[in-house]
């Protein structure tokens, strides 16, 4: 058997934490391995190799990726286990301490999984007893190398990542430590990919990134151009922009949005506070009148529109007067959901030089107000479309005769049908009230597009 046959008929068993980002690198890490000839393990085997892929965006996301290494290591005994990531990037020798890992691998190094696999099965025993625990992690400044992916996993829509990095270093957030500078491929790498998701089969991709409003850092393009050039490859027939900090959501952007073939009327735009003491103290590069006009932009050209919203609650200097403010703000904007974060003390950030600290209880209790908001304002978005024709992208169907999918302005529905082929459909649904779970809009359907 030749080194580059040594992983054919293995198996291997899979765990990602975080954001979509990571679930779409995993899958394109996975997609190589299974041109390596490995299988991907189902419930009940044990895997040769396990990969995990971290977070570390809070002590919990830390807590969560050991919990997982463990568990991986304790069910599937013998595999060789990498783990990378976020978590391994910033701390990798309390990663390699774990036992049962073989290897750390940080950000730079996901690349080279398949080959740092073929290496650990090419070992003796005894080999592997003197490199268990290594870690190989490149210091977040030398990280400059743009890793590619465009992957779809089990899912109906794909990730296509048009950027890594960060340049901004909020105050809270470790992610410029995790994961580099920001850095980006070509337009034409990035057409290519979505020409390639055409001939797979998929109808929709969610442009993916840690920043993706700042695409071109590396090449001299700009994201308008790129949003431009993917509206024109002839198959995709939807785009979502995963995340876009609201100072580099242009009106340019917002208007070309408005008017093109592809582009859904959904907008995921981070907050992270609505009170501007405190977008101050986390150095964020706008204030919530800035904020609020982009809103009000975007409601303005594409009323339909979803906008998902993150926000963090219990930052430190977030007094209660403050946090009174900022949930003041939020309340009046028309935004459709808050995503909730409850704020967790990083090593290393700006952030711990800031007095005053929330308490836990406070934490919680703020978190629960804010997600109260957030229920008020999603019920009264479906409410709005209940009555209403849309059309959704038909995900692959779980169970018989159930299935599930997203309408163009991001409703989730579920669909009742004795149809067997509706996945991977866009077909236009009249919408219904809620189901049992309020969990998604009752749909039937009316044609297929």
Not at 15 to 26: D, S, V
Not at 72 to 87: D, E, F, M, S, W
Request: proline share 2%.
């Amino acid at each position: 058997m030749t080194h580059n046959d040594i992983l054919r008929g293995k198996k291997a068993a899979y765990f990602t934490l975080g954001c979509k980002l990571n679930f779409a690198e995993t899958s394109s890490v996975g997609k190589q391995l299974k041109e390596a000839g490995v299988e991907t393990v189902r419930e009940g085997e044990v895997a040769d190799m396990c990969v995990v892929n971290t977070c570390s965006v809070t002590e919990v996301a830390d807590q969560k990726c050991r919990q997982a290494i463990h568990k991986l290591v304790k069910h599937h005994p013998g595999a060789r286990v990498i783990v990378t990531g976020c978590y391994a990037q910033l701390k990798p020798e309390q990663v390699s301490a774990i036992e049962g890992v073989d290897l750390v691998l940080g950000n730079e190094q996901k690349g080279l999984i398949v080959e740092k696999l073929q290496t650990l099965f090419a070992m003796s025993d005894e080999e592997r007893i003197h490199c268990c625990h290594s870690h190989e992690t490149v210091k977040t400044a030398d990280i400059r190398t743009f890793v590619p992916s465009c992957s779809c996993g089990e899912r109906t829509r794909y990730f296509l990542k048009v950027q890594d990095g960060c340049d901004y270093y909020c105050t809270y957030c470790t992610i410029p430590y995790a994961r580099g500078r920001s850095r980006n491929g070509s337009i034409a790498s990035m057409v290519e990919q979505a020409r390639e998701v055409v001939r797979q089969g998929g109808k929709e991709i969610v442009i993916t990134g840690v920043n993706i409003g700042d695409f071109g850092r590396t090449t001299g393009e700009t994201f308008i151009d790129l949003i431009r050039a993917l509206d024109a490859v002839e198959g995709i027939e939807r785009y979502r922009i995963s995340s876009i900090e609201p100072n580099l959501l242009t009106d340019e952007v917002i208007e070309f949005c408005a008017q093109s073939r592809a582009f859904m009327p959904h907008f995921h735009i981070p907050l992270q506070s609505g009170s501007d003491e405190v977008l101050r103290l986390m150095k964020r590069r706008y204030d919530t009148a800035l904020f609020r006009s982009k809103v009000e932009r975007v409601k303005a050209l594409i009323p339909d529109a979803f906008i998902g919203v993150d926000t963090i609650v219990g930052t430190r200097g977030e007094t209660q007067e403050l946090f009174d403010e900022a949930q003041r703000f939020m309340e009046s904007i028309d935004v459709s959901q808050y995503h909730v974060f409850s704020y967790s003390e990083r090593a290393g950030t700006m952030a711990l030089r800031i007095p005053h600290t929330v308490s836990p209880q406070e934490k919680k209790e703020r978190s629960q107000q804010i997600l109260t908001l957030s229920d008020q304002k999603l019920n009264a978005f479906y409410q709005r479309y209940i009555g209403t024709t849309r059309p959704v992208l038909v995900e692959h169907s779980k169970k018989k005769g159930v299935y599930y999918g997203f309408t163009d302005n991001y409703i989730k529905v579920e669909i009742h049908t004795d149809d067997a082929n509706l996945d991977g459909q866009i077909v236009d649904v009249h919408l219904g009230q809620w189901n049992e779970q309020r969990s998604a809009l009752l749909a039937e359907v009316k044609r297929q597009k």
